[in-house]
């Protein structure tokens, strides 16, 4: 390779790279904010979303702590009465499951449960069909007011 094209070469990937770190450096975070029946918003959070079979089934395993204003939110295409369990989590969490309309049905306390067999593992669930599911730290909703009834506002990247 010559000289010239060397340079090109570099200063071509120069470009893209700083490219790249300016969309990454000034991307805003997606963001869930919980909103009362009056219209107050009590809280926001920046969020992880799960999608996929695999990344749903994973979600929070094996992390040893989560940011205080920061989630997991798990997206499905219809709603389900749901059910989540905490194996493999290491840290409690509230669980809030959301409706279609993206309205607060309840809200769970869970807790790890590191030594038990999968068949005794404690099953969370919704009072009603939910397509959205987040998990927070645990008392997160209690720190803010956030109860059921409430609505919460997506905001994407």
Do not use: C
Not at 46 to 61: C, F, I, N, Q
Not at 108 to 115: G, I, N, R, S, V
Not at 130 to 149: F, H, L, M, P
């Amino acid at each position: 390779m010559d000289d010239r094209t060397r340079n090109l070469a570099a200063g071509l990937i120069l470009i893209v790279g700083g490219a790249l770190l300016s969309y990454g450096l000034f991307q805003q975070p997606s963001t869930a904010t919980f909103v009362d029946d009056s219209g107050e918003e009590l809280a926001t959070i920046s969020y992880e979303t799960a999608v996929s079979d695999t990344e749903k089934r994973e979600g929070l395993m094996l992390r040893e702590e989560l940011d205080e204003n920061h989630g997991m939110i798990f997206v499905y295409d219809k709603s389900e009465k749901r059910s989540f369990w905490m194996k493999n989590t290491l840290i409690p969490l509230d669980i809030v499951f959301l409706d279609s309309e993206k309205r607060i049905i309840n809200i769970e306390k869970a807790y790890p449960e590191p030594d038990a067999a999968d068949s005794e593992l404690r099953r969370y669930q919704s009072d009603a069909p939910a397509q959205y599911v987040i998990e927070v730290n645990q008392n997160y909703t209690d720190r803010n007011n956030i109860e059921s009834g409430d609505t919460v506002k997506f905001s994407t990247k």
